[in-house]
T-cell receptor
Framework: GEDVEQSLFLSVREGDSSVINCTYT??????LYWYKQEPGAGLQLLTY?????DMKQDQRLTVLLNKKDKHLSLRIADTQTGDSAIYFC??????????FGGGTRLMVKP | DTGVSQNPRHKITKRGQNVTFRCDPI?????LYWYRQTLGQGPEFLTY????????KSRLLSDRFSAERPKGSFSTLEIQRTEQGDSAMYLC?????????????FGQGTRLTVV
């Protein structure tokens, strides 16, 4: 079945870049997604990448996709304390429901 | 439109009781999804509707769980004879159509605690 894996925790200093990694197993996904979840809040779609793309940049966010290795990464430039949250990558096999990774907790130290 | 709305936000219930949650999706969205998120985990798919038709159910959805979307608008998720293992955040999401979650919107969830 589908499986999405992420590292559990990342700690960076304010102003540094953060890189959150994700591996997935299903190669049929059309889109791959990054969601942000802050304490007590719902899931917020941050960005997504179409499966035939290698890279997508959106302001401070850069998504890299390596389809051969089934590896997705999210880079946050100039990380701020407000970026502290849990980040989930997700794929959508067969174009229906989302399959999420377990989430990476990002802690930004001032 | 204020987005996807879920009620209640929090529910504490005793083991063995029945509970019902409601989700109001974005009005023009045809697809509605239910997910469950336990502490420290990512959301897991439970079921989804295309208009009023329930098209898929996860094996996580035991026979104590039932979901409806009678008029293709709001949806309810009922859990009968709750167990402590049902304690989780229940999330609802809606999309305009199939295959594309680039415009998927999530509600803030209903946190269920079974004591």
């Amino acid at each position: 079945g589908e499986d999405v894996e992420q590292s559990l925790f990342l700690s960076v200093r304010e102003g540094d870049s953060s890189v959150i990694n994700c591996t997935y197993t299903d190669s049929s996904s059309t889109y791959l997604y990054w969601y942000k979840q802050e304490p007590g809040a719902g899931l917020q779609l941050l960005t997504y990448i179409f499966s035939n793309m290698d890279m997508k940049q959106d302001q401070r966010l850069t998504v890299l996709l390596n389809k051969k290795d089934k590896h997705l990464s999210l880079r946050i430039a100039d990380t701020q304390t407000g970026d502290s949250a849990i980040y989930f990558c997700a794929e959508s096999p067969a174009g229906n429901m989302l399959t999420f990774g377990g989430g990476t907790r990002l802690m930004v130290k001032p | 439109d204020t987005g996807v709305s879920q009620n209640p936000r929090h529910k504490i219930t005793k083991r063995g009781q029945n509970v019902t949650f409601r989700c109001d999706p974005i009005s023009e969205h045809n697809r509605l999804y239910w997910y469950r998120q336990t502490l420290g985990q990512g959301p897991e798919f439970l079921t989804y509707f295309q208009n009023e038709a329930q098209l898929e159910k996860s094996r996580l959805l035991s026979d104590r769980f039932s979901a409806e979307r009678p008029k293709g608008s709001f949806s309810t998720l009922e859990i009968q004879r709750t167990e402590q293992g049902d304690s989780a955040m229940y999330l609802c999401a809606s999309t305009l159509g199939p295959g594309d979650h680039t415009e998927a919107f999530f509600g803030q969830g209903t946190r269920l605690t079974v004591v």
